[in-house]
């Protein structure tokens, strides 16, 4: 008998490997950080003795979620300013709440809050863009989750730096202190083409490439921004960052709506990633992001939530069948994004934009044990065909029983193992009592 960590007996692996494989009545072994062995259940009892053993017949297995974009702190912001187009939302409501509350600790807690959540949803990695990153580092490792941290660059003063450059010296310190952590990858966050002018950009690209970091950008949210963009700079975004170096295969563009087909060639060429995020996109009205045509072109097509202020949830489940289901609607086409290539665009297809394809993204020996179960006992999910229907069209995050994350679980019958709940719900109610009684006065 070989010995391993954890042995889970499961009804169903979907493991989101290049064949699209789904097995049944098969187990997984995991043996320190890694996925030691897929193998059908009857040779794994025969095969394996576990520190850990656990019978999941009812539930399916698959790879940890990959959320790739949103604002983890603003989670305590969440349901502030709603039915608001993106404009007047961020200069009217979020931003002069920044201004008024984002410091370090506000930072660290309310990342606390949207990590609890995350993890309850089964994402195991997210992709943040905010203010006082250093301040969740240790949050982050605690809990166990992974992240990108992508530091925040804007040519206006922040509560966390007064200029550009002061946001990028501060940025480029965690991300050499972090370098190489396989928790915490850090990045360079840009705001939008609208809020950082050529200087820094040309900076960014010099920093990203003297320190190999990726960059993550809100880019082409709405029609206005392409606009307003022309009418400034003579040219359509896309362009004017492809002319400043931005656009290569380290660059990760949030939302891309708007887009004609010189943009979509540009960026199919630049091997550039889209983050695609349906909901927060569908409430701020912002437009849609043409996914069809961009996977159609050879782009890699991820998936991210944006931030609970503007979503108003971090609900993986819900942004891959929201992004399922609209891509049909906005393309006219009902075989646009099936339920697996939606699977495929919440997973691996994030662990390469991250550069993680050959660790992260699919349930694969040899692979990080980044792996969630979802339980279909309960008659909301009868009768069961196919479990990638299933988790694309028919899953809420209720479901989510059980998450590891480098091995470690995570999640244990929905209880968080690595974070105090209590704590964390004690901890947002007093920050809403604090910002809900300065609105009020
Ligand atoms: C530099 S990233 C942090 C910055 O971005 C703001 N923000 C949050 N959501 C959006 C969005 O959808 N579009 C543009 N900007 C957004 C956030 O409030 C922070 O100020
Ligand atoms: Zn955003």
Redesign the pocket.
């Known amino acids: 008998m070989t010995s391993v960590d954890t042995l889970i007996h499961a009804g169903w692996i979907i493991t989101v490997n290049a064949e699209k494989t789904v097995l049944q009545h098969h187990s997984l072994a995991i043996r320190d950080n890694l996925i030691a062995a897929i193998l059908p259940t009857e040779q794994a009892r025969a095969q394996f003795t576990a520190t850990e053993e656990l019978e999941l017949a009812e539930h399916v297995l698959m790879p940890g979620l990959i959320n790739m974009h949103g ?1 983890a702190a ?1 989670a305590y912001f969440r349901g502030m300013a709603d039915d608001l187009p ?1 404009m007047s939302w ?1 200069n009217d409501h ?2 002069p709440a ?1 201004g008024q509350w984002v410091s370090a600790d506000f930072a660290r807690d309310g990342t606390e809050l949207a990590i609890a959540e995350m993890l309850r949803c089964g994402t195991t990695f997210y992709a943040d ?3 006082f990153a250093e301040a969740t580092t240790n949050t982050i490792i605690n809990s166990g989750i992974r992240a990108q941290l ?1 530091f ?3 040519d206006f003063p ?1 509560n966390w730096a007064k200029t550009p450059d002061e946001h990028l010296e501060k940025g480029l310190a965690l991300a050499k202190q972090f370098k190489g952590h396989e928790q915490v990858m850090v990045s360079l ?4 083409p609208y809020t950082v002018s050529d200087e820094p950009f040309r900076k960014i690209v010099a920093a990203a490439e003297e320190h190999d970091l990726l960059i993550q950008m ?1 880019v082409h ?1 709405t029609q206005g921004e392409v606009d307003d963009g022309i009418k400034l700079h003579g040219k359509r975004p896309i362009a004017r960052l492809q002319e400043l170096g931005l656009l290569s295969p380290r660059m990760q563009c949030v ?1 891309m709506t708007a887009l004609d087909d010189a943009d979509i060639k540009m960026i199919a060429d630049s091997g550039a990633t889209v983050v695609h ?1 349906p909901e ?1 996109n569908l409430k ?1 009205a ?1 437009g849609f992001c043409p996914i069809e045509k961009l996977q159609k072109a050879g782009v890699n097509v991820t998936i991210g939530t ?2 609970a ?2 979503n108003n949830d971090l609900d993986m489940l819900s942004e891959l069948r929201t992004a399922a289901i609209l891509a049909k609607a906005a393309s006219g086409n009902a075989e646009a994004l099936p339920a697996h290539a939606a699977l495929e665009a919440a997973t691996i297809n994030a662990a390469k934009a991250l550069r993680l394809g050959d660790k992260l993204g699919s349930l694969e020996v040899g692979k990080w044990a980044d792996v969630i179960a979802l339980d279909f006992s309960e008659i909301e999910s009868l009768p069961m065909y196919d479990p990638v229907s299933h988790v694309a069209y028919a899953t809420s995050r209720n479901q989510v029983s059980d998450v590891w994350i480098n091995g470690q679980r995570v999640l244990a019958d929905r209880e968080l193992l690595t974070l105090d709940v209590h704590a964390i719900a004690h901890k947002a109610k007093a920050w809403q009592q604090r910002i809900q009684e300065a609105r009020n006065v």
Do not use: K, Q, R, V
């Not at 966050?189 to 939008?192: F, V």
């Open positions: 604002h603003m993106l961020l979020i931003w920044e863009n905010y203010f992508c925040p660059i804007i922040t966050g840009p705001h939008a809100h949210e939302h995020c927060s701020l912002s944006d931030g202020a503007s």
